[in-house]
Structure formats: C-alpha cells, structure tokens
C-alpha cells in the first residue's frame, strides 16, 4: 500500500495547495458512473508452459466526486464495482481449464487537463492511478465447483484516459475510454504465477456541480 499511497499523498498536496491560493476558482461535483470493462486477459505461466484466458466484456457502476480548479485541472476521486469473469480455455496438454469469475472492487484517483471546445463542450485527457480488490472467485461452466475460495488478485492500476463532455446548468454529462495496466500477480503452487494484464473501461457519467 506504500508505494500507492506516496504518489496520492504527492498528487492530492499539489492541488490541495493550489487550491488555496487566494485567486483560483474552485468547482466542487459529485455524480455516477456506468459503463463497462473489456479487453483483459489472465495469464498463467511456469517453466512448462503459458496459458492466457480472456476475460469477458462486464458492467461496471460506481460513484465519483472531486475538485475542478480554474476551470482545467480536474482531480476525481472514484469508487466502482465490475465482476471479473474468465473464459474457458486449454492449457498446453489440450486440457480444458474451467472460467472463473469474481467481484472486483476499485478506488481510482484521477487527474484530467478540461480544455473547452464550446461555450458547453469539453475535451478531458490525463491519468489515473488506484487499486482493485478481488473477492473470492468460482468456477463457472458446465459441472463447475461452486465452491467460493479465496484466489484473489489484489493490485495497483494505473492508465490513461480521455473523455468528451456537455455542461448543461449544474449538471455535467459525459463519456470517456481508458485503459489501465495492472500490477496484480499470485502465486498458485507448483511453480505457477498468475497475472493479470491490462484492460479498457468506457464509461458514461452524470455529475452535479455545487
């Protein structure tokens, strides 16, 4: 958690200081989120072989609110929740390795540039750095255990997005795609890692300004 929470400590000071100064003009939202994550993949891997098992498409939904300063340099912080969910898949011996799925739990600080395109369009671009928990996972197809077990995938995130947005009164609406590298790895015996690689987000969002 160490190495997650300087950059935040760093990021958050900066524009907790900015903000103060006597002459900047401070916008506080808050809002929600839904959209859904695509693109990822699990990977297993020892000296005898590599497997890769795509995830498929999920929803994801949550709740967000930060800070907008003069009106450009926007700093969010945001909570959401996904399922994580693998496709089968053969191992090097033709096997078949059974899906799995789990919840999957993120916190994500965020930092976009709002550059104004019209009176009431905007386009944002930066970077965002968090951390997903998994809950416990279950075999999923045909004869599956449905037993739950604790093979969690605990890690930092961290990426880049851009976005497009319409100012309407106090309200905001906006879309955006990301795409966030994972650091998030286990070790499940017999000299076997397994990793997560990175993953897209498109989300949608309705914020209200104070």
């Not at 903000?19 to 699990?42: I, L, P």
């Not at 965002?128 to 999923?140: A, R």
């Not at 309200?171 to 997560?196: L, P």
Request: proline share 1%.
């Amino acid at each position: 958690m160490k190495k997650i929470l300087t950059p935040v400590a760093i990021l958050v000071s900066t524009f907790a200081v900015t903000a103060a100064h006597a002459e900047a003009k401070v916008d506080y939202f808050t809002g929600v989120d839904a959209g859904v994550n695509f693109g990822g993949k699990s990977t297993q891997k020892n000296s005898d072989y590599k497997l890769d098992q795509k995830t498929k498409a999920a929803a994801v939904y949550g709740i967000h609110g930060g800070v907008t300063i003069d009106d450009h340099h926007r700093v969010t912080l945001g909570y959401n929740h996904s399922e994580q969910e693998l496709k089968k898949a053969k191992n090097s011996d033709h096997d078949d390795i059974p899906g799995n799925k789990s919840d999957v739990d993120t916190v994500k600080l965020q930092y976009d540039y709002v550059y104004g395109l019209t009176n009431n369009i905007n386009l944002t671009g930066g970077a965002h750095l968090g951390y997903k928990w998994y809950g416990k996972s279950q075999d999923t197809g045909k004869g599956a255990d449905k037993e739950k077990t604790d093979q969690h995938m605990n890690g930092m995130i961290y990426g880049l997005q851009t976005g497009l947005e319409y100012n309407l009164n106090q309200w905001t609406f906006g879309t955006e795609i990301g795409y966030s590298w994972k650091d998030q790895n286990r070790y499940i015996g017999d000299g076997t890692h397994m990793k997560n690689t990175g993953e897209g987000t498109f989300l949608t969002s309705v914020s209200y300004h104070f």
